[in-house]
């Protein structure tokens, strides 16, 4: 599987603020996602899907290794998002553990975050995300509700981020009592990616306080279909 990915040094997203970003191209999206055509957001926004469209296409981006050369080149330190739209890459759904080895590298000594919706109980899955969160890349678990979020955090491998109702924008609880936190750059004008960071770290899920998901109200022109996972 061809994989390409778009790095931009800069972001002008205004969610982001001007980190250092990326897409994958939509074929590291696995197929079990529920939100393939039922309301990711990567898909409802205009901007996003014409970058990512780009991507997809080849006029945009470049292979894994040069990707990962971009990352390296990084200074130490630097928070940086992966994959605004896009997943990790994979064959059938098995996560490449070559390639996310390479990334982990790349990525380390910086700030390093993304979200997977691949399975975890699928192949190594598991293990090959533990595996870069141990070693300093975090990857989060995207969960369709938050008794998913529960679900995904009692595995003990990566940080949990779920989806939740449009309009619920309070901090709010999973039905075993984790704490859930609205992204800040959602309920609040003056923060971004930049500013916040509460996505990329780790102390969140790793025992030193109270587990951390984050929440994400669900948004966009595809909100009804993802917030009609909510009810499954």
Known sequence: MITRVHFIKKSSNSKTGGIPVSYTSSNSCPDSCPLIDAGCYASAGYYTRLNWGKVDSGE?????ISFCKQVADLNPGTLWRHNI???????????????????????AGKKGFTY????PALGN????????????F?????????KHADQLLALG?????TILPHDQMENTTTPAGNAIVVCPAVTRSDVT????GLCQN???????????????????????????????
């Open 138 to 146: 975090t990857v989060n678990l995207s969960a369709n509700s938050p």
């Open 157 to 161: 491998i990566a940080p949990v981020v």
């Open 202 to 232: 780790q102390r969140r899920y790793r025992g030193y306080d109270q587990p951390i998901i984050v929440g994400f109200p669900a948004h966009g022109a595809g909100k009804a279909k993802a917030e009609s996972l909510l009810m499954q």
């Open 85 to 107: 739209a896009g997943d990790l890459p994979h064959k059938n759904g098995v996560i490449n553990r070559g390639r996310m080895g390479l990334l982990t590298t790349a990525a």
């Open 125 to 136: 899955n598991a293990n090959t995300i533990k595996t870069a969160n141990d070693n300093g």
């Open 193 to 196: 990616c930049k500013t916040c």
């Open 116 to 119: 997977t919706h691949h399975d």
């Open 60 to 64: 945009r981006g470049t292979n894994w």
